[in-house]
């Protein structure tokens, strides 16, 4: 290579317990170039970025910086050294200003001999920050809390981007930007590829990085695949080939459902009557069983609050959810009925990290599974394994603890624990969100063949291709109203929807 | 690797501790032990008892093991005496009378034998006589101020109080409020304050010209609920000159400095504190504060030596009694300073009423002449003015 | 918000209190001495000074670890042990300024100590701080003879700092401490943004550990102030148990109601505010006779419990008085 | 399918480090146990080592059931700082309920009354803190303040400083006390082992102090669980209260004071975590609170002077707590 690289990698290994997230890792990175990192959830991306930018320390092997040995001591160590990443998760600081939060790790360069602040100074630095970035409409005073996710995420980029920046590191931050943030962002990345910085751009999203990368490193199992530059990427099939360098193996075309048969039984399984609550006003809907419905928005339209209500969780000022002639009330009346609910916050409402996955799984089916007060612990390790095996769920046994799994296995057991309980209307919120191609694959097998069993499914999702793929309506909701039902249809294409969401 | 090194710290650590203290454990077999229930954990009351016992452990052959003990919970107490007997102590000196049947059965279990300091065990002599007083198991108590139902406390203020106005005739005391615990925890102080208003009506009839006035014992206001008197008290009792606080004073005094009237208002307490001297007398509020000697946990320990040694006195007593000691009551500048040379404060054995061969000479194992009567008369020989 | 309206709002709850406790200690024979009604009166501000001025000191040192995220047990504990080493220090010097530094110097080293415990040890807080707690609590049986301190108050001129004019010092200098903390250090800054998002904060690059000890310094020095107060006005013994978490906890309630307070204002004001408001309760109270024993730990309770079901439910109550105001408006 | 097997396969081979990794805690705790138990040995052969033996086991037997019953609310990531006052008013109310009826009779309804008692009070401290939206430290706070004030009140109207009870409910032999205690330990240990670990009661609560919502959004009704696992602590208490009595035969204005910071020291000692969740186990309790107990009964019987004795237990929780709470990565635990 004629080219000097500013970040080079080494012989990386990075274990954490038993699981090997890299495996004797080799990659270089570039001046000038936007190095895309694709890979399954798992597959190590983050973890590279993370050792790179001093989130966390190698397991064994060496990098080096502009040729020298490079060991960060900590994010802050490697943002001063020109490395910055912006995150995944959400990771501004709530009830503190706008200014607290960008200057949050450098407050010293405002104060008098390293203790005494002037926040004066924050202030105005930060306000003069964010105008440069063309944000102005964020004040620096204000409180943070005022702020959505994705002016939050803008915030985060001002943060970690100055002067100094050598190495720019975007973790699948996109994901929760709108069309005018991540034209923002797009635009700061050609900016710094421009100015012979290098940026390293991790997304799941493919569109994305073959539109957005000049290179692109695919990884799967902790290893590097392959590289692909700019005239590959462009070539007819990259996707495809991506698509098998990531997975491992032929992924076919059955990805999404392929039968164009909307049809479904007569039967209501699930009435929406007329329901208000907060924004939503008048609300109806009916699910038929072997019925797939989605929902279609921008975060912020209200259809995740649509799942969330016909699950019992919002308290309704109108109307009723019914399940075969019974009110439902609250969540406990849900399951009883039989619906299951697969929140969008995987993490935080829908899984006990701290807990095996078994112990995951039984829970919604504990009471159907006690006889009198006695709940058999074989019968719940029977309950549980068996839906390990059908979901395929990577563990070594039962008893592992779920924070152990990747995304994509976590979503498996969220899953499980409905089809353990043998729930027959399944609302599903973001069910693919974080979830990589090969479990996202056989998640939509799963859904296909739950509509043939004749279950309902209710799927918000923010991934237009996935409802086209699955649903037979297409329910698209803009400021907490239905704005156009689509049915399924060979035909439907992304941008035909568009228009209704914004 | 991690736990492993972490089980071994932890196996380190207590091996350090039992190194330390396994000689302790070991110590010579026949040395007769006996445990001390204290009323509290510290002070100088119990650095006088410790320094007094210490001394007499060589002539007496005793090791002397401490702990203390709750005037709430019986529970605890239980805990503390089994602990003591587990420690091995052959009699046990407690200072509380909670819980005292069932621990009587613990000693009844273990063939220990308890006796009782300070303390006139008055609710189980009334209420619980044959379980307690009848047991062999129960050797008596010594209580001090007089057992209550022969207590005259009352007077002891009543003489403070006049013998203050004789001594400073330009300023006499001539308006008084009193304090007290509740009823339910020492049952005996609402008579003592009793005792005192009928010796000042007494007075008032005999000295009309200088009658003094008593404020009568509100319910409500003077019932101190063992937490530092309320700031109102000096509103509800307005224009007192002095406060007899039957109960303790270190429960009083704080409120008067805090409410500024240290220095113009008078307090005759039952008790005293480390450092009350500075403000005793001339120096200050305290007129008149009482002590009780820790030389008369000599009677108990006396009667627990000859049982554990199979010798009783010739003249010992069919059933255990609880007699009552003398106290130090301190109410001038002249008793202070012979109080300064009790080991009360000097915390010195030899400024002790009894020394170590005198305690020696009291127990019939050691002395054939001594006798019960011999051990009860020293009892009445520890007042400020046997300070040598 | 208008700053009337913001005096008005920090202001209602012990004018409230006071109007109420005015007119049940009216209505009370107890409250009336040969016809003298004993509830307004020079003991009264005397009091409440002194019993706020303490409460203010213990209720920021508490406050000031919260509001990190971190409930810090051992500050009564550091506080007792401070007022022992403090007071008999003190004594032996026979001068309260010499009580003062070595308070606050002493606070500072305990508070740092507990810091290092939790921080060294990486322990969950509520565990690290018991311990210490307990640890603080033995020594108490050690120093000194074990005998605590008693005739620290009992001298009027060491005792300046627990009485009126002096009480106003330490009291003012937490205040000043607690401000400065929280508004011009960088310090209490980046301890602001840890106690919102640890993770984030500690990503972006706060040092952690650092900030946690430098916090314990603030807030030692807060508590050995409260010490020099404790000590001037109350005899001190040694403790065991978690007494001394009892005794922190005595001064708990206003740190509760300050947080609540101080949203029409700041913290600190807040927690002056209710240590004032409930110092007021607490002198009504002793007028009825209702300070000490059963009735008014009963009535304790149940003034906590109403106080939180209140703030609790505020937003609750807002939408109830709204609807009723509407349908007012409706009919 | 092949993959998952062999994944399966290769951490079988590290199940036994994950094991040692995954209950470092519990051994530690257990070790904490053994070792007192050792040292309880040394200390009290001879003759009286029946007797401490006894010894022993009557004052655990207050805290196991009490720790039986608080591990039911720790695993939901809650604690109750009014157990202790909540055990004194009991222990009070049966004296005088059995006092007043007279004989066995009395007690029973005594026991029956307080038992009652017991369980509404944990279903108030469960469900006034979640209709109100109170914090549960709170209403447990306002139980303290109520059951302390509760047991002044008692004490005072009895004009007595220690009130007994008539009735002899403590068997005269020693070792059918001992018995009858281990009997009483064993039986709940077995029944809160079942109500744990077999049915819905410890499952949901372990699951909402793991992750409230999950819980909730698994069907599990956080009101009517957390009032259960309240009462099933209510229930310990009247048990350990009627023991407690049993034990001592009086009350008094203190009694039961301290139980529940003892009973939190117990349940760190056995390796509870304070936050709950999954993690909690039905063995903390015990073994707690026979540490708890052999400690301080060693450390008596090893001759530490009364004013060290403190000290030491102080340095020894501690080292205990740094050995099995520590959290040896990412931010400083809270």
């Not at chain 1, 095996?356 to 309950?383: D, H, Q, R």
Request: charged share 20%; glycine share 8%; net charge negative.
């Amino acid at each position: 290579m004629e080219k000097e690289p500013i970040i080079e990698v080494r012989h990386m290994v990075k274990n954490f317990g038993p699981t090997r997230a890299l495996r004797d890792v080799d990659v270089s990175f570039y001046r000038g170039e936007i190095r895309g990192l694709i890979g399954e959830n798992g597959s190590g991306k983050s973890t590279i970025t993370s050792i790179v930018a001093g989130m966390q320390k190698p397991t064994s092997g060496e990098m080096f910086y502009k040729g020298e040995p490079w060991n960060p001591a900590s994010m802050v160590d490697a943002q001063l050294h020109g490395i910055s990443m912006v995150l995944q998760e959400a990771n501004t600081i709530p009830n503190c200003t706008v200014a607290e939060n960008i200057f949050a790790g450098r407050f010293n360069e405002f104060a008098k001999m390293n203790s005494f602040l002037s926040m004066k100074k924050v202030n105005k630095a930060a306000q003069e920050i964010l105008d440069s970035f063309g944000l102005s409409h964020i004040k620096a005073t204000d409180s943070i809390n005022k702020y959505g996710f994705e002016d939050r995420k803008l915030i985060e980029i001002v943060r970690c981007v100055s002067d100094e920046t050598e190495v720019f590191v975007v973790d699948e931050t996109t994901t929760a930007l709108s069309l005018e943030g991540r034209q923002l962002l797009y635009k700061l990345i050609h900016k710094l590829k421009d100015n012979g910085k290098s940026v390293i751009f991790i997304s799941h999203d493919m569109d994305e990085i073959l539109e957005q990368c000049t290179d692109l490193t695919v990884l799967r199992d902790g290893e590097i695949i392959g590289h692909l530059n700019r005239e590959e990427m462009d070539a007819p099939g990259a996707e495809k080939k991506i698509r098998f360098m990531m997975v491992g193996r032929e992924i076919g075309d059955a990805y999404y459902r392929e039968d164009y048969d909307s049809s479904h039984l007569p039967e209501v399984a699930l009435k929406l009557d007329h329901i208000s609550f907060g924004p939503i006003k008048d609300f109806s809907l009916e699910l038929h069983k072997g019925e797939i419905i989605g929902f279609g928005g921008l975060s912020g339209c209200g259809m995740h609050e649509i799942g969330r209500a016909a699950f019992g969780l919002e308290k309704l000022s109108e109307g009723k959810v019914v399940r075969e002639g019974k009110e439902i009330k609250s969540c406990l009346d849900a399951i009883e009925s039989g619906i299951g609910y697969i929140s969008k916050n995987r993490d935080t409402e829908a899984l006990i990290l701290e807990g095996s996955i078994g112990e995951n799984i039984v829970l919604p089916s504990v009471n159907a599974l006690s006889k009198g007060t006695f709940v058999s612990p074989k019968a719940e390790k029977k309950l549980a394994d068996g839906e390990i095996d059908n979901f395929r769920i990577k563990c070594y046994s039962g008893k592992q603890w779920v924070n152990t799994l990747s995304g994509g296995n976590k979503q498996k057991v969220s899953f499980s624990k409905w089809t353990a309980k043998k729930s027959d209307v399944l609302i599903m919120d973001c069910p693919t969100r974080g979830v990589d191609i090969g479990v996202k694959q056989f998640m939509y097998h799963v859904i296909a063949e739950m509509k043939q069993q004749g279950k309902s499914i209710i799927l918000i999702s923010e991934e237009l291709g996935e409802l086209i793929g699955m649903a037979d309506k297409i329910l698209i909701m803009k400021d907490f109203e239905v704005t156009h039902e689509f049915m399924r249809d060979p035909k439907l294409s992304e941008t035909d929807i568009i228009e209704y969401m914004i | 690797m991690k736990s492993t090194k972490k089980v071994l710290a932890l196996v380190l650590t207590l091996a350090l501790v039992f190194a330390l203290a396994a000689p302790t454990a070991m110590a010579k077999a026949r040395t007769t032990k006996i445990g001390v229930g204290l009323y509290q954990d510290s002070g100088a009351a119990v650095t006088a008892v410790k320094a007094y016992l210490g001394s007499l452990e060589d002539a007496l052959n005793v090791k002397f093991t401490y702990t203390v003990l709750s005037n709430t919970d019986e529970a605890q107490n239980i805990t503390k005496v089994q602990e003591l007997i587990a420690a091995g102590c052959d009699g046990i000196i407690c200072t509380m009378d909670m819980g005292t049947e069932a621990i009587l059965q613990e000693c009844a279990d273990a063939g220990v034998y308890l006796a009782g300091y300070l303390c006139d065990y008055d609710t189980s002599f009334r209420n619980n006589y044959d379980n307690v007083f009848k047991n062999e198991f129960f050797l008596g108590t010594v209580a001090d101020g007089g057992c209550a139902d022969e207590a005259r406390r009352g007077y002891d203020f009543f003489d403070s109080v006049i013998e203050y106005n004789e001594r400073t005739p330009d300023a006499p005391i001539r308006h008084v409020a009193m304090t007290v615990f509740p009823a339910f925890a020492f049952p005996y102080q609402q008579s003592f304050a009793a005792q005192f208003v009928e010796k000042v009506e007494e007075y008032n009839a005999a000295n009309p010209d200088k009658a003094i006035e008593v404020d009568p014992l509100s319910d409500e206001t003077d019932i101190l609920m063992f937490r530092p008197m309320d700031s109102t008290y000096f509103s509800k009792h307005p224009g007192i000159d002095a406060i007899v606080s039957i109960c303790s004073g270190s429960f009083v005094y704080p409120t008067m400095v805090s409410a500024g009237v240290s220095n113009t208002m008078k307090l005759f307490a039952a008790g005293y504190n480390d450092g009350d001297e500075a403000v005793f007398g001339s120096k200050g509020a305290y007129q008149m504060e009482i002590v009780s000697p820790v030389e008369a946990i000599t009677y108990p320990l006396v009667l627990l030596l000859n049982k554990i040694n199979g010798v009783e006195f010739p003249d010992q007593p069919a059933e255990a009694e609880r007699r009552g000691v003398s106290v130090l009551v301190i109410n001038s500048d002249e008793d202070l300073a012979k109080f300064q040379h009790s080991i009360y404060l000097s915390f010195k054995p030899e400024d002790a009423f009894l020394s170590p061969e005198d305690v020696v000479a009291l127990t019939a194992y050691n002395n054939p002449d001594a006798t019960y009567a011999g051990l009860v008369e020293i009892l009445n020989h520890m007042t400020i003015d046997d300070i040598q | 918000m208008k700053l009337t309206k913001k005096i008005f709002l920090t202001l209602l709850f012990p004018v409230l209190m006071f109007l109420a406790m005015w007119a049940i200690t009216a209505a009370n024979p107890a409250c009336y001495v040969n016809g003298k009604f004993i509830f307004l009166g020079f003991d009264l501000v005397r009091f409440v000074v002194l019993n706020a001025c303490q409460s203010i000191c213990v209720a920021l040192a508490i406050w000031m670890q919260l509001k990190n995220g971190r409930f810090d047990f051992s500050n009564g504990a550091a506080m007792i042990l401070t007022a022992i080493i403090a007071g008999n220090i003190g004594l032996r010097s026979g001068s309260p300024w010499i009580t003062l530094i070595v308070a606050v110097l002493c606070g500072i080293v305990l508070c740092a100590f507990t810091a290092a415990v939790y921080m060294l040890g990486r322990l969950p807080i509520v565990i690290a701080t018991i311990g210490v707690t307990l640890l603080y609590e033995s020594l108490t049986y050690l120093i000194f003879g074990g005998g605590g301190i008693s005739n620290f108050y009992q001298n009027d001129t060491l005792s300046i700092f627990g009485h009126l004019p002096g009480v106003f010092l330490p009291t003012l200098l937490a205040m000043g401490i607690f401000l400065f903390y929280s508004n011009y250090t960088v310090t209490g800054r980046k301890g602001k943004i840890l106690a919102n998002n640890q993770a984030a904060g500690v990503n972006i690059g706060i040092w952690e550990e650092a900030n946690v000890s430098q916090t314990a310094m603030f807030c030692g020095a807060i508590v050995g102030l409260a010490a020099t107060i404790y000590v001037s006005q109350n005899q001190v013994l040694p403790q065991s148990g978690l007494s001394t978490a009892g005794i922190m906890f005595s001064y708990i309630v206003p740190v509760y109601m300050g947080m609540f307070i101080g949203l029409a204002s700041n913290d600190v004001i807040g927690i002056s505010i209710a240590a004032i408001g409930m110092a007021i309760f607490n002198y009504g109270l002793n007028c009825m006779n209702l300070g000490g024993g059963g009735w008014q730990q009963i009535i304790m309770g149940v003034f906590v419990m109403c106080f939180y079901t209140f703030s609790a439910q505020l937003d609750n109550i807002k939408k109830v008085f709204r609807r009723m105001t509407k349908k007012e408006a409706v009919a | 399918m092949p993959e998952t097997v062999t994944s399966r396969r290769t951490d079988e081979r590290t199940s036994f480090f994950t094991f040692v990794k995954n209950h470092t805690m519990d051994l530690l705790a257990y070790a904490g146990l053994a070792v007192m138990l050792i040292l309880f040995l040394i200390f009290n052969s001879g003759p009286r080592l029946m007797y401490n033996f006894s010894a022993v086991v009557q004052a655990a037997a207050v805290y196991s059931i009490l720790a039986l019953g608080a591990v039911f609310i720790y695993s939901m990531g809650f604690m109750d700082v009014s157990l202790g006052q909540q055990v004194g008013v009991y222990v009070i109310l049966m004296i005088l309920i059995g006092n007043k009826i007279g004989g066995p009779a009395g007690v029973v309804v005594g026991f029956l009354v307080t038992l009652a008692l017991a369980l509404a009070c944990g279903a108030i401290n469960g469900a006034v803190s979640i209709f109100l939206g109170l914090p549960s430290i709170v209403t447990s706070l306002f139980l303290m303040f109520f059951f302390t004030g509760a047991q002044y009140l008692l004490m005072e109207s009895t004009g007595e400083n220690t009130i007994k009870l008539l009735q002899t409910v403590k068997p005269a032999d020693r070792n059918t006390y001992t018995l009858m205690l281990i009997g009483i330990i064993a039986l709940l240990a077995v029944i809160g082992t079942y109500f744990f670990n077999y049915t819905k009661l410890g499952k949901y609560t372990r699951a909402i102090g793991a992750n409230k919502v999950a819980a909730k959004q698994s069907g599990i009704s956080l009101v009517k669980w957390q009032v259960l696992g309240y009462m099933a602590l209510g229930f310990c208490a009247a048990v350990a209260s009627f023991v407690l009595l049993t034990r001592t035969g009086t009350a008094g204005k203190g009694t039961g004071s301290g139980y529940a910071m003892d009973i939190m020291i117990c349940l760190i000692l056995g390796g509870m975590p304070l936050k709950g969740g999954m993690k909690s186990k039905i063995s903390c309790a015990l073994v707690g609170a026979f540490t708890y107990t052999l400690l301080s009964n060693v450390l008596t019987t090893m001759g530490v002077p009364l004013n060290w004795v403190n000290f030491v237990k102080a340095c020894i929780f501690l080292v205990i707590v740094l050995l099995t709470c520590r959290k040896p990565n990412g931010v400083l635990p809270r």
